[in-house]
């Protein structure tokens, strides 16, 4: 399985780099969308792209090895991630810079509840955002929420867990 959603997402990935040469030119985006810091291609998608489906096609293939009890909720969870990186990106190129910034803050209380932080939640989101901002920018903001969400869902359960260890 994993072999062949990487050679999809290549095909897609290049399809999409075709369509963006032959329409314009290929984009580079700024980091932080601030001219005066370097710009990233959107050609490099076509090798961080692949790897980073790879690695986490891996874990997720490793996950429900380990408990496939637990590992049913990967489409939905990866769809659901998707849906939010294309509403990301669609709300950016608007310019709805406050709805934006409300569904990031989002994030924070989604991380309460769910682990946003898991392999098909990252996958998901770095694709749905990859046709707005190439490959490379959403993987460094997939890092960044994925760390903070990883830290809110179990910084949470730990507080949580001492406080009732404390009430005993």
Request: charged residues 10%; contains cysteine.
């Amino acid at each position: 399985m994993r072999t062949k959603a990487c050679l999809a997402i290549t095909l897609i990935m290049a399809a999409l780099l075709g369509w963006q040469h032959l329409h314009g030119g290929v984009p580079a985006h700024h980091l932080l969308a601030d001219p005066s810091l370097p710009a990233l291609s959107n050609w490099w998608g076509l090798l961080t792209l692949p790897l980073l489906a790879w690695f986490l096609l891996g874990r997720i293939e490793r996950r429900r090895a380990a408990r496939p009890h637990a590992a049913h909720g990967d489409f939905a969870a990866f769809t659901g991630a998707v849906v939010f990186g294309a509403v990301l990106s669609l709300l950016f190129t608007a310019g709805q810079n406050g709805a934006l910034d409300t569904l990031v803050q989002a994030l924070a209380l989604l991380a309460l509840f769910y682990p946003i932080h898991r392999a098909a939640c990252v996958l998901g989101f770095v694709i749905g955002m990859t046709w707005t901002f190439g490959a490379v920018l959403p993987m460094m903001a997939a890092a960044v929420f994925a760390a903070a969400g990883a830290a809110i869902y179990y910084g949470v359960r730990f507080i949580y867990a001492r406080a009732m260890m404390q009430r005993r």
